[in-house]
């Protein structure tokens, strides 16, 4: 059995994620986090999900959160990454980072760590994105540059952070396949008199409304025809399930950095 702790236990991400885990017979829920000011900490987590007692104290203290656990699951804020990537290290467990927005100093130091522990991280933990990155890749390899490439990604008004970090992910996954430099060849919005469409150019627009979980659609404009790949998610679950299966990935693992793909076997 995993014994599973995870931070940002009382958001929405962290909530679907330990009301599946506690259905699985693969898990036992040790340990929850979150922020210091969190209406959450000291309360028993099975209460606040409607999971009776569970005897776990949601703690703002992440080396006490992980300290029985195997692997640690975490959807928060890239400010709080660094804390719970060191209480996932000096615990020596398994880690799964779904946070988005992270910075290059976060990246350097998951390379790093993950020497040290085993690693998955991803901008988006959901198996069907995960294959949505694998046949965009596809495509942007097999159409050639008469075919223009459009990404477009919806969010609810709570979302933070734009483009999302899958959009970001498809743009890089795209620019690769056409062997172009995304700091030339991709365009944020457009507005105002843009001139003719550059070859080459891929766009990205974010839309922020209701509470729409994650739609992401990658869109190839020919003459005479469109190819269209979409992904909708209509709820959390998606991104908890893909995040209870990274982490029985991980869990037995002593240390590397991963993504989705190896994790479902389809890199």
Known sequence: MIKLAVAGAGGRMGRAVLSLAAQDKSFRIVGAIEQRAHPSVGRDMGRLTGMGTLGVRVTCDPNQAVSRADVLVDFTHASATAAHLAAAVKAKIG????????????????????????????????????????????????LDESYDIEITEAHHRMKKDAPSGTALKLLEILAAARKRDLKTDAVYGREGETGIR?????????????????????????????????HRASSRDAFAQGALRAAKFVAGRKSGLYNMSQVLGIE
């Open 95 to 142: 880690y799964v980072l779904g946070t988005t927005g992270l910075d290059n100093k976060i990246l350097v130091s998951l390379r790093e760590t993950s020497t040290k522990i085993a690693i998955v991280q991803s901008p988006n933990l959901s198996i069907g994105v995960n294959v949505l990155f694998k046949l965009a890749a596809l495509a942007g390899q097999a």
């Open 198 to 230: 550059p070859k080459g150019q891929i766009g990205v627009f974010a839309l922020r409304g209701g509470d729409v979980a994650g739609d992401h659609t990658v869109s190839f404009l020919g003459d005479g025809e469109r190819i269209e790949l979409t």
